[in-house]
């Protein structure tokens, strides 16, 4: 029995695979190596750069023109209107400065014509807060043509040196030029001398005078019956008050300058003075720098 015979050939489809197989087992694994940076991209970053560039610039421009018209609009609306030019300053006090608003305009620079929105209202109250005898003041700018300006003025207390003194004080001891004061529209004012400062200027504060300026202000407020007329403050030790008690009994007062309080010794001088009349007695100087004790002179 013939055997059996082996034919072979090649297919080429499994030859292909097999290299192909044998190939990649050989090749070792590849390595991702960053793109060399062409001239093409060089390029594009340039461009990149200069359109944001342009779009800047051109934001820029548009900023700048929006300012422009908004500046060029408030000049039209407001600054240059001539509706908006000041006719009228007005003044509201109920001192010195009531009726007149010529005089406080012209010491301030306001001055009719000016455009009411040109005015800077912060600036203004600077200025007429600077003025001594001006306590608090408000600025108000009034469409379409009027400045406001509201005052409260410092109250004078006493006058300084002698009865006909250049300077007033009001109860902080801030110096205030006693021709632009309310003093001629109040009662008779007392008078403060024999203080140290050698310096008395306009809106200066006197903190030496404290002591004086709470004995008048503690009579103003809570003895109605004793109207002080004078304050002698030339001795360190004791100050000499003259009064006017009921605006008939002239008598002086001497009160310790120092460590004291003032309501009680003026409630002591009070009662002192009053047991003085019903006992008939005419001595007039009242020592009250003794412990609490008032020895009659």
Request: aromatic share 6%.
């Amino acid at each position: 029995m013939p055997e059996p015979r082996y034919i072979t050939h090649h297919d080429p489809f499994l030859v292909s695979v097999t290299d192909r197989m044998s190939n990649m087992a050989k090749k070792p694994p590849e390595t991702h190596k960053p793109p060399v940076k062409n001239s093409a991209n060089v390029r594009s970053d340039s461009d990149k750069l200069l359109r944001t560039l342009i779009v800047l610039f051109v934001l820029m421009g548009v900023a700048a023109a929006l300012i422009f018209g908004l500046v060029s609009l408030r000049r039209v609306l407001f600054t240059s209107n001539p509706r908006f030019l000041l006719r009228e300053v007005s003044v509201q006090s109920e001192g010195y400065w009531r009726d007149r608003a010529p005089v406080l305009a012209s010491r301030l620079g306001i001055h009719l014509g000016d455009n009411l929105f040109t005015i800077d209202p912060g600036e203004l109250r600077r200025r007429l807060a600077a003025i001594p005898n001006v306590e608090h003041c408000e600025v108000i700018r009034v469409l379409p043509d009027t400045l406001h300006l509201r005052i409260v003025e410092r109250i004078p207390r006493a006058i300084l040196s002698s009865p006909g003194g250049r300077f007033v004080v009001d109860e902080d001891g801030v110096v205030i030029p006693r021709r632009e004061s309310m003093a001629d529209k109040l009662p008779q004012l007392p008078v403060i001398f024999g203080f140290r400062s050698s310096t008395v200027e306009p809106g200066r504060k006197l903190e030496e005078l404290a002591p004086a300026l709470e004995l008048i202000m503690q009579t103003a407020l809570n003895f109605p019956d004793i109207r002080i007329m004078a304050v002698d403050m030339r001795n360190p030790a004791k100050t000499t008050v003259s009064m006017r008690f009921r605006d008939q009994k002239v008598c002086r007062a001497l009160i310790p300058a120092r460590d004291r309080n003032v309501v009680l010794l003026l409630t002591a001088l009070q009662s002192a003075i009053l047991h003085a009349e019903r006992r008939g007695d005419t001595r007039g100087i009242f020592d009250l720098s003794f412990d609490g004790n008032v020895i009659i002179r």
